[in-house]
């Protein structure tokens, strides 16, 4: 926690009441419902999440204990229950009448479509698991996946979860570098791949980098390396390693009986950006977990048999594993998982496949309505009206705050009005949405996530811990544990009750690293933006410390600073400060430079952590005890004038140089 937010949320007054005709058959149908349901939790915690685990997931072993705070914040759910997730996702479905339903309809990048029954990805997934087997890879191993969005991709994790495998996926984006940290980190057996992926209509390498990645060294617990041909494109194959995936698992039996594992056995580990160091591992369970995706799916997502359900996220971020792997196939929903990108072949892809495969609830980011809203205001063509979006009837944001007036278009031109959206606030640690409007339920207000779901204790405090009244920011907390939260930080328990259960904060409320501020008459929060050195870009999460070394383990850079700044399309948009170690650069040699390292940072962490922005200076703004300044970095960064006192500044000077981009 480095500060207090003491933002205001936005001035907002307009309130939507959830269309009538939404409200008539949601799951929860209205205010009572909610609070009745928020009621139930606060008089008997334990009752509450026992029921709801009881009637939304299948146990082979059912649990007797709910909730063992003995060792917290290690938290333990359901802990003597047994279960099987890919069980819970695909053959339940075959139990009760969907074996035949559209589980995915895969839209490729090109366009085709591709329709996979339960039946026949339960096939799929019982092929894989065994050919995993095949391969000696056991419960508790842990596999990297690092493929693009596709069938396959959405296969190889639920084949995890069969055999009880506990799988890493790694953001395809996500450099050679970036990949080989994450391997040795989780001490994987194998890497699940693709030979390339296709995005806008280019191949791009996935297999290549994975080679890179494990000649980097350090990755000798990889046996296997095992790779879906997605493009029949060249790549280098080393024997007695490399497998193509359908060797693997044409000869095997379609059966394979699921390994029962307990409700805390780890079901996957995520790597999130934090303030510090390097990513995190974020463990989540297989019980609670799968608990808290399947229910949402029907609280905040009012999934219903009959609903075409399109998430845009990618399986290498959180939003992929809850929304799309895990959620929809738990509660037998059809879906849409979708290879390209929003702006292939133009920016009228989204509406377009909504009309196609008649889409009744989609779910996106902030960021890239904002950036559909400009390509519509430029080419009228791209425009939704231009659509038949009749099909829609819920909308979703996630992953960064959705500033109002791309609310209110998202509203009008894609729900005509008459679809709620649900504005979910949640993290890679929280397994699933903490604070959304309920569809049917809560009255929206564009820009703000409203109120928590039943059982969630969110509340906002100062930094001592203490409660602070509606309408004055603070610090977003939890204060009771919850069964879809992160379980501890693979490799590093410390790092986890350091992080997330402070001892400023009495070590036992769960701290979200963001800012929030709780409207005066409804109580609803609005989320103020992070509070610590993570930025948000385009929704996805970024730690300037993590650049800041990127940008240092450059021979030519002796110091870097990274701050965020705000941007009208991204929400944040990074801004680099760079003291060389050569003479500071001007010109045509700066832009150079600032080229060269951008790419550099690319490189070694990935093209989304590339700064937008380097400005070179000859020193960075510092105290005299040698602090950076960060928060005059951030006021330069804006183009805005410095007033705050710089009389603690060693060299005031620098500021000037600084003020610009190169
Ligand atoms: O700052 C919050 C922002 O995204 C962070 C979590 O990022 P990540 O773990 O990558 O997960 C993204 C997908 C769940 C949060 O700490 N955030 C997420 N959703 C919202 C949001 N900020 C405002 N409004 C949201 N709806």
Not at 340 to 367: D, E
Not at 381 to 386: F, G, M, Q
Not at 492 to 503: C, T, V
Request: aromatic share 8%.
């Amino acid at each position: 926690m480095t500060s207090t937010t003491t933002q205001q949320g936005p001035q907002e007054s307009r309130i939507f009441p959830s269309p009538a005709a939404f409200a008539a058959q949601a799951t929860v149908s209205g205010m009572d419902a909610y609070n009745a349901l928020c009621a139930e939790a606060a008089a008997d915690y334990e009752g509450f999440w026992g029921r709801l685990a009881k009637e939304n997931l299948v146990w082979q072993k059912p649990f007797t204990k709910v909730l063992n705070e003995d060792n917290a914040p290690f938290y333990k759910w359901f802990e003597d229950g047994h279960l099987n997730v890919s069980y819970n996702c695909l053959d339940r479905n075959l139990q009760n009448g969907n074996a035949d339903k559209t589980a995915i309809i895969f839209e490729a990048d090109d366009g085709k479509s591709v329709h996979v029954t339960y039946k026949e990805l339960h096939e799929k997934v019982c092929k894989f698991a065994n050919g995993l087997k095949s391969r000696g890879i056991k419960k508790g191993d842990r596999v990297i996946i690092y493929m693009s969005m596709s069938v396959e991709g959405v296969a190889a994790m639920q084949a995890c979860a069969r055999i009880g495998a506990t799988h890493s996926v790694v953001f395809g984006g996500f450099s050679a570098k970036s990949l080989q940290e994450r391997i040795i980190d989780a001490g994987a057996v194998a890497v699940i791949t693709a030979d390339e992926q296709m995005r806008g209509g280019k191949q791009l390498p996935l297999k290549a980098i994975v080679d890179e990645a494990l000649a980097l060294g350090g990755c000798d617990t990889i046996k296997d390396v095992i790779v879906y041909k997605r493009t029949g494109g060249n790549i280098n194959f080393v024997a007695g390693r490399d497998l193509w995936l359908h060797d693997l698992v044409d000869n095997q039996s379609a059966e394979c009986e699921p390994e029962w594992v307990d409700a805390e056995h780890p079901l996957f580990i995520l790597y999130t950006s934090g303030s510090t160091g390097t990513p995190k591992g974020v463990q989540h369970s297989s019980g609670g977990y799968l608990l808290w995706a399947a229910l949402t799916m029907k609280w905040s997502f009012d999934i219903k048999p009959n609903d075409v359900y399109w998430c845009t996220a990618d399986i290498g971020w959180v939003t992929g594993h809850s929304y799309i792997a895990y959620g929809p196939t738990a509660v037998g929903a059809t879906q849409v998982v979708f290879e390209g990108i929003p702006t292939f072949p133009n920016a009228g892809r989204f509406w377009g496949t909504i009309a196609k495969h008649k889409v009744s609830i989609f779910y996106t980011a902030p960021t890239a309505i904002r950036s559909l809203i400009k390509a519509s205001d430029l080419d009228a063509s791209v425009h939704p009206k231009n659509y038949d979006l009749s099909s829609v009837r819920l909308l979703g944001t996630v992953g960064e705050p959705i500033n109002p007036e791309a609310w209110m278009w998202y509203y009008t031109q894609v729900g005509r009005e008459v679809c709620p959206i649900v504005d979910t606030f949640w993290q890679t640690e929280t397994g699933g949405h903490m604070i959304t409007p309920l569809p049917g339920a809560t009255p929206m207000v564009p820009g703000s996530c409203t109120l928590p779901l039943p059982g969630i204790m969110a509340a906002i405090v100062d930094e001592s811990g203490a409660d602070v009244p509606n309408g004055q920011g603070g610090i977003l907390v939890v204060k009771r544990p919850w069964p879809s939260m992160i379980r501890t930080i693979w490799n590093n328990p410390d790092r986890f009750k350091s992080s997330y259960f402070p001892e400023e904060l009495g070590g036992k409320m769960y701290l979200a690293g963001d800012g929030a501020i709780r409207n005066k008459d409804t109580g609803y929060f609005t989320i103020t933006g992070r509070i610590d050195d993570v930025l948000n870009v385009s929704g996805h999460r970024m730690g300037t410390m993590e650049i800041e070394s990127a940008l240092v383990a450059n021979p030519l850079v002796a110091e870097a600073a990274v701050v965020g700044k705000p941007d009208e399309t991204t929400g944040e948009s990074i801004c680099a400060f760079v003291v060389l170690k050569q003479a500071r650069p001007t010109g045509d040699d700066a832009k150079k430079l600032a080229l060269e390292l951008r790419n550099w940072v690319a490189k070694e962490i990935g093209p989304i952590a590339k700064p937008k922005e380097i400005r070179f200076g000859d020193n960075l703004p510092k105290t005299r005890s040698g602090k950076i300044m960060r928060r005059l970095l951030r006021v330069l960064a804006k183009g805005e004038t410095i007033t705050q006192d710089v009389s603690t500044l060693e060299n005031p000077a620098i500021l000037e140089q600084l003020k610009e981009a190169s």
